[in-house]
Nanobody, 126 residues
Framework: QVQLVESGGGLVQAGGSLRLSCAAS????????MGWFRQAPGKEREFVGG????????YFADSVKGRFTISRDNAKNTMYLQMNSLKPEDTAVYYC???????????????????WGQGTQVTISS
């Protein structure tokens, strides 16, 4: 059974940084595409970025490109979202998700992901 557990959220000032972690277990993650999504109050869940576990190739939403990076540690089965130059509009609950069997052209659609973590709150104060 696939389990995803996020951690690392919190409250930071605008311009600051946070690193989120997503600990994964119960699956063959080398075959998965992993994504980060976020959902602000009253808004739809939106794609932030993703990584092909096997190759390390990453994609990002335009809103975070140049500020956020994604990496993974194969030994720990953990994915990271490094968020720099944070803005108040980055405030949301952040989720990690796993897509099977892997990357496809619809990688940005939440409906493509079969497994989700419980989410971690990120709040950016102005």
């Amino acid at each position: 059974q696939v389990q995803l557990v996020e951690s690392g959220g919190g409250l930071v000032q605008a311009g600051g940084s946070l690193r989120l972690s997503c600990a994964a277990s119960g699956g063959t993650f080398s075959t998965y595409y992993m994504g980060w999504f976020r959902q602000a109050p009253g808004k739809e869940r939106e794609f932030v970025g993703g990584i092909t576990w096997s190759s390390g190739n990453t994609y990002f939403a335009d809103s975070v490109k140049g500020r956020f990076t994604i990496s993974r540690d194969n030994a720990k089965n953990t994915m990271y979202l490094q968020m720099n130059s944070l803005k108040p509009e980055d405030t949301a609950v952040y989720y990690c998700a796993a897509k099977v069997p892997g990357f496809s052209r619809n990688y940005y659609r939440a409906s493509e992901y079969a497994y989700w973590g419980q989410g971690t709150q990120v709040t950016i104060s102005s």
